[in-house]
């Protein structure tokens, strides 16, 4: 845990090594050195890997408002491939 007084910058985390986010006595979640983040495997393969071994291995957006998208969109360069939002 940091506090920069210059910039009202708070950081927490590990420089040069993997950081581990950890509940009910087991790892839930890490982020390597090098960004990938893993929630249920430590050994994240993507920017994001989601695993789960006993359960479905869900993603939830929820919106706040009927008027609000919630969604995901792929995209390569700036173009849409695939937009599973809606309104």
């Known amino acids: 845990f940091a506090d920069d007084l ?7 985390g590990a420089i040069g090594n993997d950081f581990h ?8 979640v890490r982020v390597l050195a090098g960004g990938n983040v893993g929630i249920g495997t430590a050994a994240p393969e993507d920017l994001l890997h989601i695993s789960s071994s006993g359960a479905d291995a869900l993603v939830r957006v929820d919106s706040a408002t009927s008027a609000s998208k919630a969604g995901i969109v792929f995209m ?3 173009s849409d491939l695939l937009d599973l939002s809606r309104p």
């Not at 986010?21 to 839930?28: D, T, W």
């Open 6 to 12: 210059t910039t009202g910058e708070v950081s927490i």
């Open 21 to 28: 986010i950890l509940a009910n006595s087991g790892e839930r």
């Open 76 to 78: 390569t360069n700036r």
